[in-house]
Antibody
Framework: EVQLVESGGGLVKPGGSLRLSCAVS????????MNWVRQAPGKGLEWVSF????????YYADSMKGRFTISRDNAKNSLYLQMNSLRDEDTAVYYC?????????????WGRGTLVTVSS | QLVLTQSPSASASLGASVKLTCTLS???????IAWHQQQPEKGPRYLMK???????SKGDGIPDRFSGSSSGAERYLTISSLQSEDEADYYC?????????FGGGTKLTVL
């Protein structure tokens, strides 16, 4: 069974940092590209970042460039998101999502999310 | 610019059918999309991949009541025999090199 489990969320002050993790199981992690997606309270889904299976390609949404860093450890079956210089508007549930194996940039499995609250 | 447009809300009666629409921006009518369902207080769930010719492949365990179709730049999700658990937000999603894009979502109410 495919599972993606996020962790690392919590309350952080504006300007602070947080590192999210996504532990995966049930599939060959090293074969799949992965993403982070977020959802602010009462809002829609917003793509955050992408990383290819071997970390060769990394992309960010414009509002996250320079502040967020995506990475992965294929030996540990884990995906990470380092978030720096956090702002109030970064408050959201953060999900990890797996890309389809076919190479299409569509997401076929999602985690349950971890809540990040940025507030003083 | 790659944009997906969805109506904010839709409603239909229990047992009836509903067709949700996702519209691709100009110049992107050939793009493949995905449909995702998000039930209240839950994470999203992948429903299907939908091609421009209307062919689609569904995720694991997705009931036959869910189907997809396409016409030009429009991508549709049809849910038949509506059940109470179908009340949810539905998002379309697509991609291009370097970006992934979501529509704004449609909140479906089952009456």
């Amino acid at each position: 069974e495919v599972q993606l489990v996020e962790s690392g969320g919590g309350l952080v002050k504006p300007g602070g940092s947080l590192r999210l993790s996504c532990a995966v199981s049930g599939f060959t992690f090293s074969s799949y590209s992965m993403n982070w997606v977020r959802q602010a309270p009462g809002k829609g889904l917003e793509w955050v970042s992408f990383i290819s299976s071997s970390s060769s390609y990394i992309y960010y949404a414009d509002s996250m460039k320079g502040r967020f860093t995506i990475s992965r450890d294929n030996a540990k079956n884990s995906l990470y998101l380092q978030m720096n210089s956090l702002r109030d508007e970064d408050t959201a549930v953060y999900y990890c999502a797996r890309d389809l194996l076919s190479g299409a940039g569509l997401f076929d499995f999602w985690g349950r999310g971890t809540l990040v609250t940025v507030s003083s | 610019q790659l944009v997906l447009t969805q109506s904010p809300s839709a409603s239909a009666s229990l047992g009836a059918s509903v067709k949700l629409t996702c519209t691709l921006s100009s110049g992107h009518s050939s793009y493949v999309i995905a449909w995702h369902q998000q039930q209240p207080e839950k994470g999203p769930r992948y429903l299907m991949k939908l091609n421009s010719d209307g062919s689609h492949s569904k995720g694991d365990g997705i009931p036959d009541r869910f189907s997809g179709s396409s016409s030009g730049a429009e991508r549709y999700l049809t849910i038949s025999s509506l059940q109470s658990e179908d009340e949810a937000d539905y998002y379309c999603q697509t991609w291009d090199t370097g970006i992934r894009v979501f529509g704004g979502g449609t909140k479906l109410t089952v009456l």
